[in-house]
């Protein structure tokens, strides 16, 4: 059985086995929130009855970022307000479903029967909720690991939910991401964080700000090892070398990072 774990007031992270993703419940007053619904139908009924065994409120939900292992269970949770980044909206729809099949063969069947549902709340840079005696937070920082990453901010139970914006149970990953505007954005989110806030990534335990610092100061050393490569004319594979994450993730990086110089030129 799925069970979600509380892990300060009202606030359950759900960690789904497959893809190590977390799924979290934000119980308010009057309104309950769910942030990101897993990769399929099947998982985000899990989920649902996970979250019904905990509270019978109303929902919202809120999807950090387009990729389909945070968003594709939006349809279990129809009739309920579903709120993302603008960019993020766009983006959730078949060629996403194609893009996942393909490279998640073993979850094909449960694929073939989820549908993207898009958002129907859309955020361009803040948007604030009310669960009814809590507020949680919704805010764009900018580019990093996708073009539309949204965090939630629960201030009176000091919990940042981040999206793939932070990784722990592996390194970040920069299929379509922003590596050169990563480092700012996780920097605009520290100032919210204390030493005791939990932090809750896309995938993996939760941590603190101490691991959130030093996965920025690792984003940071890797946007200058692209920036000295692109000056340098460096081949890919001789920049991801010197990363401080694996060279197969790096080399995508650095790849991504010279095609944004270029655009620049």
């Not at 919202?60 to 349809?75: A, P, R, Y």
């Not at 859309?122 to 805010?139: E, F, I, K, S, Y």
């Not at 940071?220 to 010197?242: F, Q, T």
Request: with cysteine.
């Amino acid at each position: 059985m799925t069970r979600l774990h509380e892990i300060a007031a009202g606030v359950h992270v759900l960690r789904h086995p497959v893809l190590d993703v977390n799924a979290t419940l934000v119980v308010g007053g009057e309104t309950a929130l769910v942030v990101d619904t897993l990769s399929t139908a099947v998982q985000a009924q899990e989920l649902l009855a996970a979250v019904r065994r905990v509270t019978a409120h109303p929902l919202i939900v809120v999807n950090t970022h387009h990729h389909f292992d945070h968003s594709f269970g939006n349809m279990v949770f129809a009739g309920a307000p579903v709120w993302a980044h603008e960019e993020a909206a766009r983006l959730i729809g078949p060629a996403m479903h194609a893009r996942a099949t393909v490279e998640y063969p073993e979850m094909a069947t449960e694929l073939a029967c989820t549908t993207p549902a898009a958002p129907t709340d859309l955020v361009h840079t803040a948007a604030d909720l009310d669960l009814g005696d809590r507020p949680v937070q919704l805010r764009h920082f900018g580019r990093g690991h996708s073009i539309g990453d949204l965090v939630a901010v629960i201030p009176d139970a000091d919990v940042l939910i981040t999206g793939d914006l932070i990784e722990e149970s592996g390194p970040p990953q920069f299929d379509d991401a922003y590596p050169l505007d990563w480092p700012d954005t996780v920097a605009a989110l520290l100032p919210l964080l204390t030493p005791g806030t939990q932090v809750i990534p896309g995938h993996g335990a939760v941590v603190d700000r101490r691991f959130v610092a030093a996965q920025h100061e690792q984003l940071a050393a890797l946007a200058a090892l692209i920036r000295e490569g692109d000056a340098d004319g460096a081949l890919p594979e001789r920049v991801a070398a010197k990363s401080p994450f694996p060279q197969d993730v790096s080399v995508h990086a650095v790849q991504r990072g010279y095609l944004h110089l270029k655009a620049l030129t």
